[in-house]
């Protein structure tokens, strides 16, 4: 099994461009996320899905667009980029949303905005 | 508001010198606690989830232990392969539940 697969790995975009970062998992989880990581900040919820067709805005959604089409991927939209999205993004998927389950993260993707 | 404070923020360790890394929480209903492992450059790879005050798992030179307001990492005679950053998080009974709180890591070397 491939797991969380991200793509791209890395990005340079100028300000105000706009870019889709891809995700899909392999593993039939119900649930997906997105979330950034930046220094000396933890791990924070951008938006996340519990199923095809659903999704809703974690902790910081604001300036990031999301869809869920289909079980497998989970795409998170920059419509304008800015600077202060410079970070580095990790998809994360697990069985479902009930209980106390494992998320499974991808690899990342590395943002940088000029 | 959910909070996870991790310390200390880095850690130095000789092989075979044992620690431990703290993370400290409060969460209105705690439905999990999580540790998850990260490589530079990788995404966290999950270690453990603890559910209840008092449960403890192992897993080869880690040990993770849960009181009402703390979790514990102990690594025990550590090896250069243990350095990566640890997370902790922690999954609250409101809402979606699988929305985790991040701390913000213990970055851990340790060399021969």
């Known amino acids: 099994n491939a797991g969380v697969t991200q793509t791209p790995k890395f990005q340079v975009l100028k300000t105000g461009q706009s870019m889709t970062l891809q995700c899909a998992q392999d593993m039939n989880h119900e649930y997906m996320s997105w979330y950034r990581q930046d220094p000396g900040m933890g791990l924070r919820l951008i938006h996340y899905s519990v199923g095809a067709g659903i999704t809703d805005q974690g902790e910081v959604p604001n300036g990031y667009n999301v869809s869920r089409s289909t079980t497998e991927d989970f795409p998170l939209r920059l419509l304008s980029a800015a600077p202060s999205q410079t970070s580095v993004y990790f998809c994360?998927?697990?069985?479902?949303?009930?209980?106390?389950?494992?998320?499974?993260f991808g690899a990342g993707s590395r943002l940088t905005v000029l | 508001e959910d909070q996870v404070t991790q310390s200390p923020e880095a850690l130095r360790l000789q092989e075979g010198e044992s620690s431990s890394l703290n993370c400290s929480y409060t969460?209105?209903?705690?439905?999990?606690l999580f540790w998850y492992r990260q490589d530079p450059g990788k995404g966290p790879e999950f270690l453990f989830t603890l559910y209840s005050a008092g449960e403890e798992k192992e897993k080869e030179r880690l040990k993770a232990t849960l009181t009402k307001k703390e979790s514990f990492l102990h690594i025990t005679a550590p090896k250069p392969e243990d350095s990566a950053t640890y997370l902790c998080a922690v999954q609250a009974y409101t809402g979606t539940a699988s929305k985790l709180t991040f701390g913000t890591g213990t970055r851990l070397q340790v060399t021969l």
């Open positions: 994360a998927s697990s069985k479902d949303s009930s209980g106390a389950n494992v998320l499974t």
């Open positions: 969460v209105s209903g705690l439905r999990g």
